[in-house]
Nanobody
Framework: VQLVESGGGLVQPGGSLRLSCAAS????????MGWHRQVPGKQRELVAA???????NYADSVKGRFTVSRDNGKNTVYLQMNSLKPEDTAVYYC??????????WGQGTQVTGSS
């Protein structure tokens, strides 16, 4: 399975970015897709995730600002990030879950909220 992430970068506080992650290489259906983030010295944390049925889950710190969505036909998950804050600065990792025993991670993309 290959995950290709794109969309990270530098943005001023209050700005917006959109991340995308496309999965390929498996014939099996994807159960859930989402995004985690990590800063140096801290554990990786869930940002947002969406199941195949459309149920979503968000970290409290991003509710109302970030929106996760997916295109099941393209096996792609998106993260629309609005009203970015400096504390959103992190490496963002795409996570794709096929089952309780099989999931994959993207290579990570840097998001920096700074003026």
């Amino acid at each position: 399975v290959q995950l290709v992430e794109s969309g990270g970068g530098l943005v001023q506080p209050g700005g917006s970015l959109r991340l995308s992650c496309a999965a390929s290489g498996s014939i099996f259906p994807i159960y859930a897709m989402g995004w985690h983030r990590q800063v140096p010295g801290k554990q990786r944390e869930l940002v947002a995730a969406v199941t195949s049925g459309g149920s979503t889950n968000y970290a409290d710190s991003v509710k109302g600002r970030f929106t996760v969505s997916r295109d099941n036909g393209k096996n792609t998950v998106y993260l629309q990030m609005n009203s970015l804050k400096p504390e959103d600065t992190a490496v963002y990792y795409c996570n794709v879950v096929y089952s309780d025993y099989e999931d994959y991670w993207g290579q990570g993309t840097q998001v920096t909220g700074s003026s």
